[in-house]
Antibody, heavy 119, light 110 residues
Framework: EVQLVESGGDLVQPGGSLRLSCAAS????????MTWVRQAPGKGLEWVSY????????YYADSVKGRFTISRDNAKNSLSLQMNSLRAEDTAVYYC????????????WGQGTLVTVAS | QSVLTQPPSASGTPGQRVTIYCSGS????????VNWYQQLPGRAPTLLIY???ERPSGVPDRFSASKSGTSASLAISGLQSDDEADYYC???????????FGGGTKLTVL
């Protein structure tokens, strides 16, 4: 069974940093591209970042470019999102998801982890 | 403001057929496949439709979708109370070099 479990969400002050993790199991993690998607309270889905299976091809949404860094450790079946210079508008539930057949096809999602940026 | 445009709400009665539309442009829907997600209240999104009209295993055939030009649609027939959820369309955007989502449509079963 495919499982994605996020962790690391917390309350952080504006300008602060946070590192999210996603533990993957039930599939050959190193063979799949992965992505982060977030959802602000009461709002829709917003794509954040994408990483290919080898960790060499990486994309970011303009809203987080230069502040967030996606990475993966295929030996540990783990995906990470380092978030720096956090802003109030980064407050959201962050989901990690597995990329399926296509670039916007996310076939498995984690349960999400809440990041709150507030003073 | 979402790149893909969806109506914020839709509704229907049990047994009815409901269609949700998603409008984009040549850089996203017009040149890439569309995927649909269902998000039940308080839950993470799940993949409902991929590559325009394919259903993952376990998704009932009451759910169908199509794409034409720069628009796509999701149809739900035999509406059930369990179908109450938010529905999102998504597609890769060549101009933005990333996937884009619609704003979501909240489906209410009356």
């Amino acid at each position: 069974e495919v499982q994605l479990v996020e962790s690391g969400g917390d309350l952080v002050q504006p300008g602060g940093s946070l590192r999210l993790s996603c533990a993957a199991s039930g599939f050959p993690f190193s063979s799949y591209e992965m992505t982060w998607v977030r959802q602000a309270p009461g709002k829709g889905l917003e794509w954040v970042s994408y990483i290919d299976s080898g960790g060499t091809s990486i994309y970011y949404a303009d809203s987080v470019k230069g502040r967030f860094t996606i990475s993966r450790d295929n030996a540990k079946n783990s995906l990470s999102l380092q978030m720096n210079s956090l802003r109030a508008e980064d407050t959201a539930v962050y989901y990690c998801a597995r990329v399926g057949h296509g670039d916007s096809e996310f076939d498995y999602w984690g349960q999400g982890t809440l990041v709150t940026v507030a003073s | 403001q979402s790149v893909l445009t969806q109506p914020p709400s839709a509704s229907g009665t049990p047994g009815q057929r409901v269609t949700i539309y998603c409008s984009g442009s040549s850089s996203n829907i017009g040149s890439n496949s569309v995927n649909w997600y269902q998000q039940l209240p308080g839950r993470a999104p799940t993949l409902l439709i991929y590559i325009n009209n394919e259903r993952p295993s376990g998704v009932p055939d009451r759910f169908s979708a199509s794409k034409s030009g720069t628009s796509a649609s999701l149809a739900i027939s035999g509406l059930q109370s369990d179908d109450e959820a938010d529905y999102y369309c998504a597609a890769w955007d060549d101009s933005l070099s990333g996937p884009v989502f619609g704003g979501g449509t909240k489906l209410t079963v009356l």
